[in-house]
C-alpha cells in the first residue's frame, strides 16, 4: 500500500510539463517571498498589487503586437513605475491614489486590447491566471536568474536594506543612499513580478508577495530570520500547491495561495496572542 | 554641506540660514555655531522652525538662503524622536546598532568584534543583557537609551538630539537628561532641540531661542528671562527661581485659569 501511495505520488514527475512547472513555481514562491519580506515590512503591498496589473497592460500589447512578452511587459512596468513616481512626488496626489490611476488605466487597456483581439485571448489568459502548466525553458532560467540577482544584492547590501527599511531618515543621515536602496527594491520587485507573471499570474502576484512574509513575521521577530522563512514557505507552498493541483485536477496557481494561506491561518491561530500582535502591527497590508 | 574653512573647534555652523516650505519661511537669517565640547539646546514654541534649523543641518532640508552644515570630516550621531521608527519592526537591540556600521564582509554575520564593541556601549548606557530582546520589549526609557547608543556606535563627533524628552514620562525625562549630562563629561558634543523648559532647557549650559529668528542665545539665566520668553512665546510669561535655576510659569500672565465645578443638579 505504501508503495501505491509513493507511486501516485511521483506519477506527476514523470511528466516534462510537471517538473518543469514545479522548479519555475517552487523558485517563484521563494523569489516573491523574499521580496515580499520588504514589500510587507515597508508598506509597499499595494505598489506590488498595483505592478503587476499595470504590467498586464504591456504584456497584453506585446501579445497583440507580437512583441517579446519580456521586452513589452518590461517597458511597460518601466513607464507605470516612472508615472506613478512622477505623479505622487508633485503631492497632489497620494501614492496609493497614483497607483490606483495608472494600473487601472493600465488594466483597461490590456482588458480593450482582449476584447478587440480575439487571437490573443489565451496569452493574456495566461498572463491573468498563470500558466504554471505550460512553461518554457526561458521561463524556468528568467526566474532563477532574477532569484539568484536578487538573493545576491539582498545578501551584499543586507545591513543598508535593513537600515533604510527600519529607519530610512536616520540612515539617511548616516550615509546609506535610501533613495538608491529603494530603487535597487523597486527594480527587482518588477523583475520579480515580471518574470512570475506567466508562471502563477497577475492576480495571484500579490497573495504570494503578501502571505508568506506575513505567516513569517508571526514566526519570528527578527529580520534575518524573515528572509529565509518567507521564501522557504513561498518555495514550500509552491511544491505543496503544485502536487495538490495534480491530484485534485485544479488550477496550480489557485492551489499554491490555497496552501500558504492555509499555512498563514495555521500559524495565525496557533501562534497565540504573541504572534497575532506582530500580524496587527502590519497594519497597512 | 560641508563647510571648508572653519576653526579647529567647530563642529556646526549656520550662516544667515533661511529656510522655507513653499512660500513660507520657516527659519530666518540664523546665524550660530556649536563648538566641539559644548552642549547646546534649541528652545522655542511649536512650530518656530526648530525641527527644520536641525533638519538643515543633517542635510535634510535645503535652504533658501545661506549656508548650514558640519564641518568637513565631521561626523554626526542623531537621535530621532522615538516615534519616528514602528517599534513592532523585526530587529533586536543588538541589529539596531549594528546595522550603522559598513558591512565588510559578503555575508552580513555580525562579527565578535562588533558584538563585543555593541554589548561594551549598551553596559555603558546601562542598557547591559539586552542586546538580543526585540526592541519591543523595552520601556520608553530604554528605546531612547537604544537610539542614542545606535548613535554613538556611529562613533560620531556630536551627538543632534530631536526632542528627545518628548512625550516620555517625568522618569524617563529624568533618565535622558543624566545620560546627556553623563556623556557629555566624557567629552561628547550635544545639539538638541525641546521645547521642555523647566524639565530639560533650564540644565542645559548654553540655549538658542528660535521663533523662526534667534531671540536670544546664553545660557539659562541669561535668556530665561521674562523679556526673551514674551518675545519667544509673543505673550508674558514669569519666571521664578528654584535652588539657583530659573522655573518657567507654563502660562501666560493674565491667563485666567478658572477652577472646575460641576453644574448643579
Given at each position: 500500500m505504501t508503495t501505491n501511495l509513493a507511486v501516485d505520488l511521483l506519477e506527476?514527475?514523470?511528466?516534462e510539463f510537471f517538473r518543469n512547472g514545479t522548479v519555475v513555481a517552487v523558485a517563484a514562491g521563494g523569489l516573491c517571498g523574499l521580496l515580499g519580506v520588504f514589500v510587507v515590512l515597508r508598506g509597499m503591498s499595494y505598489i506590488g498589487h498595483g505592478l503587476s496589473h499595470a504590467v498586464f497592460g504591456g504584456a497584453a500589447a506585446s501579445a497583440v503586437m507580437n512583441l517579446n512578452y519580456f521586452v513589452g511587459a518590461g517597458l511597460w512596468g518601466i513607464v507605470s513605475g516612472v508615472l506613478i513616481g512622477r505623479i505622487a512626488r508633485?503631492?497632489?496626489?497620494?501614492a496609493d491614489a497614483a497607483i490606483g490611476v495608472v494600473t487601472t488605466a493600465s488594466f483597461a487597456v490590456g482588458l480593450a486590447l482582449l476584447n478587440r483581439y480575439g487571437q490573443a485571448k489565451r496569452s493574456i489568459e495566461a498572463v491573468l491566471f498563470g500558466s504554471v502548466l505550460g512553461v518554457k525553458t526561458g521561463d524556468i532560467i528568467a526566474v532563477v536568474v532574477v532569484g539568484i540577482l536578487a538573493t545576491t544584492i539582498i545578501i551584499v547590501g543586507y545591513r543598508r536594506f535593513l537600515f533604510s527599511t527600519f529607519d530610512p531618515e536616520v540612515a539617511s543621515v548616516s550615509g546609506v543612499r535610501v533613495s538608491m536602496m529603494e530603487a535597487a527594491l523597486m527594480v527587482m520587485l518588477s523583475l520579480t513580478i515580471l518574470v512570475t507573471m506567466r508562471v502563477i499570474g497577475t492576480l495571484l502576484i500579490s497573495a504570494l508577495l503578501v502571505i508568506p512574509a506575513a505567516t513569517a513575521r508571526m514566526l519570528t521577530n527578527r529580520f534575518s530570520r524573515m528572509l529565509w522563512v518567507a521564501p522557504a514557505i513561498g518555495a514550500g507552498g509552491a511544491l505543496l500547491g503544485m502536487n495538490l493541483a495534480y491530484h485534485t485536477n485544479t488550477s496550480a496557481a489557485a492551489m499554491i495561495i490555497i496552501v500558504c494561506a492555509t499555512a498563514f491561518s495555521g500559524v495565525y491561530f496557533a501562534s497565540g496572542v504573541r504572534g497575532k500582535r506582530r500580524v496587527a502591527a502590519l497594519g497597512h497590508l | 554641506m560641508n563647510l571648508k574653512p572653519?576653526?579647529?573647534?567647530?563642529?556646526v555652523s549656520c550662516h544667515h540660514l533661511s529656510c522655507a516650505y513653499g512660500d513660507n519661511?520657516?527659519?530666518?537669517d540664523v546665524t550660530f555655531n556649536v563648538e566641539r565640547g559644548e552642549f547646546v539646546g534649541i528652545v522655542g514654541p511649536s512650530g518656530s522652525g526648530k525641527t527644520t534649523l536641525l533638519r538643515a543641518i543633517l542635510g535634510m532640508v535645503k535652504p533658501v538662503h545661506g549656508e548650514v552644515g558640519t564641518v568637513k570630516g565631521v561626523r554626526l550621531g542623531y537621535v530621532p524622536?522615538?516615534?519616528?521608527?514602528?517599534?513592532?519592526?523585526?530587529?533586536t537591540v543588538l541589529e539596531v546598532m549594528v546595522m550603522?556600521?559598513?558591512?565588510?564582509?559578503?555575508?552580513?554575520r555580525i562579527t565578535l568584534a562588533e558584538r563585543r564593541e555593541a554589548n561594551d556601549m549598551l553596559e555603558r548606557l546601562?542598557?547591559?543583557?539586552?542586546?538580543?530582546?526585540?526592541?519591543?520589549?523595552?520601556s520608553g526609557g530604554q528605546q531612547q537609551r537604544v537610539f542614542v547608543a545606535r548613535a554613538l556606535f556611529h562613533n560620531p563627533d556630536i551627538l543632534v538630539l530631536d526632542?528627545?524628552?518628548?512625550?516620555?514620562?517625568v522618569r524617563t525625562r529624568h533618565e535622558v537628561l543624566h545620560l546627556l549630562a553623563d556623556l557629555h563629561q566624557e567629552g561628547v558634543s550635544v545639539l538638541l532641540t525641546t521645547h521642555d523648559l523647566n524639565g530639560?532647557?533650564?540644565?542645559?549650559?548654553r540655549l538658542v531661542c528660535l521663533?523662526?529668528?534667534?531671540?536670544a542665545d546664553g545660557s539659562p539665566r541669561d535668556v530665561l528671562v521674562p523679556d526673551v520668553l514674551e518675545r519667544l512665546y509673543g505673550a508674558p510669561m514669569h519666571v521664578l527661581e528654584h535652588g539657583g535655576m530659573p522655573v518657567v510659569l507654563d502660562h501666560a500672565e493674565g491667563a485666567v485659569i478658572r477652577p472646575f465645578r460641576p453644574r448643579a443638579v
Open positions: 506527476p514527475y514523470g511528466f508633485r503631492r497632489i496626489l497620494g | 572653519a576653526p579647529a573647534n567647530l563642529l519661511l520657516v527659519v530666518n524622536q522615538v516615534e519616528s521608527v514602528d517599534w513592532n519592526f523585526p530587529v550603522t556600521r559598513p558591512q565588510r564582509r559578503v555575508l552580513p546601562g542598557l547591559a543583557g539586552l542586546g538580543n530582546r526585540h526592541i519591543r520589549e523595552l526632542e528627545p524628552t518628548s512625550g516620555v514620562d530639560l532647557a533650564a540644565h542645559l549650559p521663533n523662526r529668528e534667534i531671540i
